[in-house]
Antibody, heavy 121, light 107 residues
Framework: EVQLVESGGGLIQPGGSLRLSCAAS????????MSWVRQAPGKGLEWVSVIYSGGSTYYADSVKGRFTISRDNSKNTLYLQMNSLRAEDTAVYYC???????????????WGQGTLVTVSS | IQLTQSPSSLSASVGDRVTITCRASQGISSYLAWYQQKPGKAPKLLIYAASTLQSGVPSRFSGSGSGTDFTLTISSLQPEDFATYYCQQLNSYPLLTFGGGTKVEIK
C-alpha cells in the first residue's frame, strides 16, 4: 500500500528552524517527483517545493532561500528543512507524490496526512 | 499565473447539479486539475488535464474548459460530496498554483 507519513511539526519561535520528514512506503521516493504543499489555518493550498527524481529542486518565491527540500534514499524519506521561520509560515505541511499525465507532471496523486507547523512567540 | 474560483462557497441540496468555475489570469491550455478536500483530510485528485476523470472517481464529476475558463460539475450532489474544491494550474510547472477554493455546503 502506498503511504506517506509526515512528522516533525510543532511550535517554533519566529526566526527558528525545523525539519519536516515524510516517510514513504509502497513506492520509492527517489524514483518519483515529490512535492511539499502547505495550507495555512482556514486558508487554501500553497505549493512550496518539489524535488525531481534526478535531484533538481524548485521553490515557491515565498520560501526560496529559507527552505531546502531533500531526500534520504536509504530511508525512503523526503525532508523539508525550514529556516528563518516567520509567522506566515504557520500551516499544515503535506508531502505529495506527483504523477505524469499526458504531457505534464505536477498532478498530486498521493498525499500524507499533514503535519502542523506553528510559528509564534 | 493566478487562478480565481467562483463562487467561494455555495449551499446545495442532495441531488442538485453543482457547477464551480476557475478562471486563469492567462491561458493555460488544458493544464488544470481539480481536487476535493474534506475537513481535516488531505486533498484528493479528481480531474486532470481539465477533463479527464482520475481512476476511482465517480462519474457524476466532470470537468471542462481550456485556455482561461474551466468548470467542475457535479451532476447530482451526494452527501459525501460536501467538501472544498480547488483548481490547480500546471502550465507554469514546476511552479504550481491553486485557486482559492470553493466550499460546498449542505442547504
Amino acid at each position: 500500500e502506498v503511504q506517506l507519513v509526515e512528522s516533525g511539526g510543532g511550535l517554533i519561535q519566529p526566526g527558528g528552524s525545523l525539519r519536516l520528514s515524510c516517510a514513504a512506503s509502497g513506492f520509492t521516493v527517489s524514483s518519483n517527483y515529490m512535492s511539499w504543499v502547505r495550507q495555512a489555518p482556514g486558508k487554501g493550498l500553497e505549493w512550496v517545493s518539489v524535488i525531481y527524481s534526478g535531484g533538481s529542486t524548485y521553490y515557491a518565491d515565498s520560501v526560496k532561500g529559507r527552505f531546502t527540500i531533500s531526500r534520504d534514499n536509504s530511508k525512503n524519506t523526503l525532508y523539508l528543512q525550514m529556516n528563518s521561520l516567520r509567522a506566515e509560515d504557520t500551516a499544515v505541511y503535506y508531502c505529495a507524490r506527483e504523477t505524469y499525465y499526458y504531457d505534464s507532471s505536477g498532478y498530486l496523486v498521493g498525499w500524507g496526512q499533514g503535519t502542523l507547523v506553528t510559528v509564534s512567540s | 499565473i493566478q487562478l480565481t474560483q467562483s463562487p467561494s462557497s455555495l449551499s446545495a441540496s442532495v441531488g442538485d447539479r453543482v457547477t464551480i468555475t476557475c478562471r486563469a489570469s492567462q491561458g493555460i491550455s488544458s493544464y488544470l486539475a481539480w481536487y476535493q478536500q474534506k475537513p481535516g483530510k488531505a486533498p484528493k485528485l479528481l480531474i486532470y488535464a481539465a477533463s479527464t476523470l482520475q481512476s476511482g472517481v465517480p462519474s457524476r464529476f466532470s470537468g471542462s474548459g481550456s485556455g482561461t475558463d474551466f468548470t467542475l460539475t457535479i451532476s447530482s450532489l451526494q452527501p459525501e460530496d460536501f467538501a472544498t474544491y480547488y483548481c490547480q494550474q500546471l502550465n507554469s510547472y514546476p511552479l504550481l498554483t491553486f485557486g482559492g477554493g470553493t466550499k460546498v455546503e449542505i442547504k
